[in-house]
């Protein structure tokens, strides 16, 4: 697959990642090495939290999404590190045995300002899970870099 | 300590953390699962990327920053889940042997509408490392529970 750099990437364009299921284990070590909330550790203690049962920390479901979009859209693309991260809302919990993946679009692209080799793409990523509930969404601003002259 | 609940929770009240120092395995690490980008997980890579040598995921800050905040901050609180975080902003690269603390400002407080047990509460994360300079800045929202009326 050919490379998409800024150039290739247009305001409306979409991607869908795969699936990726989450076990209880892996939401119980996440959250114990970055989020240890009762209601992300301890099945015992969600009952004072507003949730039903255990779920998972906000940073894991973003953890995951990136990685599948990592995978399944920056791997194609000229992406060349992130600038910041947007409007991130957990809208409903991710439990253990949850499928997630993720829709991309992309957003908004500029130019740099200051550097001709390359331009900032915003994508809005949407999380679902196995019945095509949204989860999170957020939206990421990232440098792509264009094409160079020698490439044309 | 006393639990500290909505009530006493006021904008522009400020906390701080203790410092945590990140290694390039952890560096490495959390990359290689979560976000495996170049400039993230191989030295030799980094020469393509906006960065001049290996750099943590931005996640991975968010991550650290929130296990800190957590420890010296949440676990004092009545919090009970996060709804949302905004406007993080990856202000200067974390590499290998940085020492990161976080400063926390409440920039927002509210009851919720629906459950009058709870209220939101906005805080602002200031990420510095060793040299005091801010690596990420971002707002998180967290409902709290609110002291009940056999408390007083």
Redesign the interface.
């Known amino acids: 697959m050919e490379t998409l750099h800024f150039e290739e990437l247009a305001v409306g364009d979409r991607f869908e990642t795969g699936g990726r299921t989450l076990t209880r284990a892996e939401i119980i070590a996440f959250a114990d090495?970055?989020?240890?909330?009762p209601?992300h550790v301890d099945v015992e203690a969600v009952e004072?939290?507003?949730?039903d049962e255990l779920v998972a920390s906000?940073?894991h479901t973003?953890?995951?999404a990136?990685?599948l979009v990592?995978?399944d859209f920056?791997a194609h693309t000229s992406?060349?590190?992130?600038?910041?991260?947007?409007?991130?809302?957990?809208l409903a919990p991710v439990r253990a045995g949850d499928t997630l993946s993720v829709r991309v679009e992309v957003v908004e692209k500029r130019p740099s300002a200051s550097k001709p080799d390359?331009g900032l793409v915003t994508v809005e990523q949407t999380v679902t899970n196995q019945e095509e509930t949204p989860v999170m969404t957020?939206r990421i601003t990232s440098?792509f870099?264009r094409r160079s002259a020698s490439d044309s």
């Open positions: 090495r970055y989020d240890p909330q209601f004072d939290s507003v949730f906000g940073l973003m953890a995951i990136n990685r990592t995978d920056y992406v060349m590190g992130g600038t910041g991260i947007e409007d991130a809302n957990f390359r957020l440098f870099r």
